[in-house]
């Protein structure tokens, strides 16, 4: 079986700058991490290889340190791994990050399941897989929280939907994207980082894919624009109170009674 | 366009043998193509290796005045109508009305035709009702074919979907299939004379709002949580008063054809879960944040809570550390609240925390640090040390009840 995990570098921390006068991302000096959620994927993706065997690839989008996500995959015992990093990639929103995905995804070759994290914890959207999917022609399911079955031509899948759990099947070649509470991610081992110190990430750019009209990547090929970032509303009419302990828990308190809350 | 992948090709040479327009030839080991390409797609067919493809690429420039109307995505749970959709159509209405457009309801289930009346009682104008035995149970694939019958049927401007379990898996499907632009989890909605969607959210996961439009495609998909808009007002018996012909001109029952109405999935089960009160719906909150130090000191929101009658919450950094689950988590990634009151403790503020509580009626900020960005977001500060406060704050109210029960 061919297993597929899209996985993000993302910020360390959520504290980010952004340049207000450009709209652009101060990263630099920012640590960064492998997003949460997709470590989630790997795990599925690894149990599932025990059970049906096949090979694990790790796609990642992203500029060249991106490729240190799929260093960690790796380590927890991903066979393979590409990064799409090219300049021309850049600035891209849900469709045109989603295209350049299935265009490197269609480049790499054929695969039966697709995993993806919940979400990213930079973007918060969870747009991308179901995007990916639509551009790959094939089923999603969302939100997938455990795993019933899995075998040559099916994933059976429990979907959180919010006020009911779905049993749902899924034929080859499928996409879901995967949720906290579905495995708890194994650690990266020492061992496997030694064995796969030189295992290559290999590096495909605009110029490997099969649509070469660059207006469909990056900035250009998204239908989203930015027009401007500002900062968060703050409310106006804010009374501050200082002081002991005492003399605040009695002044909450008579904010309590006179909003009638107590 | 048609193009190769030539890491995929071994130069087997089938697409050239299949080719009705000798389009193909080999040229230094590598297959080219040339101008005689008609997009017969023949060769995609033939290629074992599927190195060949037809990419459509990204279509970016719409004649605006094609696309008229706000869709709204009416969500149900069988056939109640979800909240959220009647706080999408209130948005609807109000948007609709400032650039002259209709507003439309998508209406996808089984047995719901009856139903649909209802939603005329919002100020929708058309309701398009996608009823079959097949679209019960939500499935991504018939679901998307019945969006996708509903908008070229309707051709609207601006798409609007809740961002629930349903509405986050449908709505990049569709502006993906419609190669359109979509923002998620807006928090405010505006239009402009021309009509772009003026779409502010939350972004960069920075401190920061972004207004996002998606100015050259349509239509503009956006996604709204629940709880954050304001819900249309309910006309008493519009409907009941409509002529038997006026209701057919407004529901319009629509069907797909059979090739659109296979699906790959195979719902096997639905379970109910257990009806647990959502922090979404409660009226007074008590969050806590990265101020507690410990997860047993999350006893005092949770007392504090009991005290008033209301529920805990908190935030991501505590639910990455397992000290609550992610249905409490108030943010981006979690919950949007809008109760009478909450209290926050501990909690800095960062913009995706705020953006989903600062509609709440009254927000009392507890915080030792006076420069924490909560304070912004509040109507009450209190620069304290909530180990202190909290404690002293619940012995205030339990002597309140001591006396009131005397």
């Not at chain 1, 099969?210 to 900035?219: F, I, M, Q, T």
């Not at chain 1, 401007?228 to 009674?257: A, C, Q, W």
């Not at chain 2, 040229?27 to 390409?37: F, G, M």
């Not at chain 2, 998620?184 to 939350?202: F, H, W």
């Amino acid at each position: 079986m061919n297993i597929l995990v899209c996985i993000k570098q993302v910020p360390g921390t959520n504290k980010v700058e952004v340049d207000e006068e450009t709209g652009v991302l101060k990263r630099d000096g920012v640590s960064s991490k492998m997003n949460p959620y997709d470590l989630y994927a790997i795990e599925t993706a690894l149990r599932i290889r025990e059970k049906t065997g096949g090979t694990i690839t790790a796609v990642t989008m992203g500029p060249s340190q991106a490729q240190d996500v799929i260093k960690e995959a790796y380590m927890m015992g991903v066979d393979e791994g590409y990064i799409f990093s090219d300049r021309r990639f850049a600035g891209a929103d849900v469709l045109a990050t989603s295209y350049t995905l299935s265009m490197g995804i269609r480049a790499i070759g054929e695969f039966d399941l697709i995993l993806c994290g919940k979400q990213t914890t930079d973007g918060d959207t969870g747009q991308v897989g179901p995007a990916l999917a639509e551009y790959l022609e094939i089923p999603h399911v969302i939100w997938v929280k455990g795993i019933e079955e899995v075998d040559e031509n099916s994933i059976t899948v429990e979907q959180d939907m919010a006020d009911c759990t779905a049993i749902v099947r899924l034929s080859y070649p499928c996409l879901i994207t995967v949720d906290k509470d579905i495995a708890q991610p194994r650690l990266p081992s020492y061992k496997k980082k030694l064995k796969t110190r030189n295992r290559p990430v290999k590096i495909m750019s605009f110029d490997d894919f099969a649509d070469k009209n660059e207006d469909n990547y990056g900035l250009s090929g998204s239908a989203t624009k930015v027009e401007r970032i500002f900062p968060p509303d703050s409310n106006d009419d804010h009374i501050m109170f200082e002081g002991t302990g005492e003399k605040l828990s009695r002044e909450i308190y008579d904010i309590l009674v006179k909003n009638k809350i107590v | 366009m048609l193009s190769i992948n030539h890491n995929r090709c071994d130069l087997c040479g089938e697409c050239i043998k299949a080719c009705p327009f000798g389009a193909l030839t080999i040229k230094d080991e590598r297959v080219e193509i040339s101008a005689a390409c008609r997009m017969c797609r023949i060769c995609l067919k033939k290629c074992p290796n599927k190195a060949l493809l037809a990419a459509d690429g990204i279509r970016k420039t719409a004649d605006k005045s094609n696309w008229k109307g706000v869709l709204v995505f009416a969500e149900h749970m069988e056939g109640r109508i979800h909240p959220v959709t009647l706080e999408l159509i209130g948005k609807a209405n109000e948007l609709g009305a400032k650039i002259d457009h209709p507003v439309y309801c998508i209406f996808i289930g089984h047995g719901i035709t009856e139903k649909a009346r209802e939603l005329l009682n919002y100020g929708v104008d058309k309701i398009f009702v996608y009823d079959h035995e097949e679209f019960a149970c939500f499935r991504e694939d018939l679901y998307s074919n019945a969006f996708e019958d509903c908008i070229k049927k309707s051709k609207p401007s601006i798409v609007l979907v809740g961002a629930t379990a349903v509405g986050r898996s449908l709505a990049p499907r569709l502006s993906t299939r419609f190669r359109t632009g979509l923002t998620a989890d807006c928090t405010v909605l505006d239009v402009k004379e021309n009509s772009d969607l003026i779409q502010i959210r939350p972004a960069f996961g920075g401190n920061i709002m972004a207004q996002i439009v998606t100015e050259s495609s349509r239509p503009q998909f956006a996604t709204v949580r629940y709880k954050v808009m304001e819900k249309a007002r309910f006309i008493d018996n519009f409907s009941e008063k409509l002529t038997a012909s006026e209701i057919s001109e407004k529901i319009e029952i629509c069907r797909l054809p059979g090739s659109k109405m296979k699906s790959k999935i195979e719902i096997l089960k639905v379970m109910p879960k257990e009806k647990e009160v959502s922090i979404s719906d409660a009226e007074i909150i008590v969050a806590g944040g990265r101020g507690f130090k410990d997860k047993k000191d999350l006893e005092m929101l949770e007392e504090m809570a009991s005290l008033l009658g209301g529920q805990t919450a908190v935030t991501r950094p505590l639910v990455e550390a397992g000290w609550a689950p992610y249905t409490k988590q108030i943010g981006l990634s979690g919950r949007t609240v809008r109760p009478r009151l909450i209290i926050t403790c501990g909690i800095s503020g960062a913009v995706q925390f705020t953006a989903c509580m600062n509609t709440s009626e009254c927000i009392i900020a507890i915080n030792n640090d006076k420069n924490a960005p909560i304070f912004q977001a509040a109507h009450y500060g209190f620069i304290g040390d909530l180990y202190e406060i909290l404690p002293l704050l619940c012995d205030e109210i339990r002597k309140r009840e001591i006396r009131n029960a005397v």
